[in-house]
């Protein structure tokens, strides 16, 4: 059963505008982790956010957490090219091994 | 996907047939972890492990066995293939130091079921 499911499922934007991208989750979580996957590769972590953190930011990254409406944002800044890829949400709820992926963002960044 | 490998990276087989697909890493980790990654549904967990002959059924396990004699491998068998089983396979491995599980990922094996 699919923990995070991600909004939109395809986002296609213009190299240097900002892309965001949804996340929502149905129970408690410990952390929220975010994945970028290219094409025909695996998945790449980016950053994690825990369930007491608010905000984090990693480079052009920022991801937001927000436990009362179980919901993350992840916002790539001034986009690139080579930023176009999947981006897959990831809950951790503590139970060993379940880190529950969802569907994932397909982004689309044209130069 | 360095520290993990896995193989074959492609392979085409008939319905009916064992299929054994192979997870080498070399960081020591102790978590392993194998997903199947389908349209339309993400990344779902099959089996995975937290430590040698240790582990555990995900989501998805049904006609899907996992073996680990080393630290180093973790492997997942297809007794008798079946065309549903027809995906990307990713392993990942983890070994939740900072108490977060993050994976690193190998670079996946397409399996083509006929």
């Known amino acids: 059963s699919q923990q995070g499911e991600e909004d939109p499922q395809a986002l296609s934007i213009q190299e240097g505008e900002n892309a965001t991208m949804n996340c929502s989750y149905k129970?408690?979580?410990?952390?929220l982790q975010w994945y970028r996957q290219n094409s025909g590769r695996g998945l790449v972590h980016l950053i994690l956010i825990r369930s007491n953190e608010r905000e984090k930011h990693s480079g052009r990254l920022r991801v937001t957490l927000d436990t009362s409406k179980k919901s993350s944002s992840l916002l790539i800044t001034a986009s690139r090219a080579a930023d176009t890829a999947s981006y897959f949400c990831?809950?951790?709820?503590?139970?060993?091994?379940?880190?529950?992926f969802g569907k994932g963002t397909k982004l689309s960044v044209k130069p | 996907d360095a520290g993990i490998t896995q193989s074959p990276r492609h392979k085409v087989t008939e319905t009916g047939t064992p299929v054994t697909l192979r997870c080498h890493q070399t960081?020591?980790?102790?978590?392993m972890y194998w997903y199947r990654q389908d349209p339309g549904h993400g990344l779902r967990l099959i089996h995975y492990?937290?430590?040698?002959?240790?582990?555990d059924k995900g989501e998805v396990s049904d006609g899907y066995s996992v073996s680990r004699s080393k630290t180093e491998d973790f492997l997942l068998t297809l007794e008798s293939a079946t065309s549903s089983q027809t995906s990307v396979y990713f392993c990942?491995?983890?070994?939740?130091?900072?108490?977060?599980?993050?994976?690193?990922f190998g670079a996946g094996s397409r399996l083509t079921v006929l």
């Open positions: 960081e020591n980790h102790r978590y």
């Open positions: 990942a491995i983890s070994d939740s130091g900072t108490g977060a599980n993050v994976l690193t």
């Open positions: 492990s937290y430590g040698v002959k240790d582990t």
């Open positions: 990831a809950t951790d709820a503590g139970s060993q091994g379940n880190l529950i």
């Open positions: 129970t408690s979580i410990n952390n």
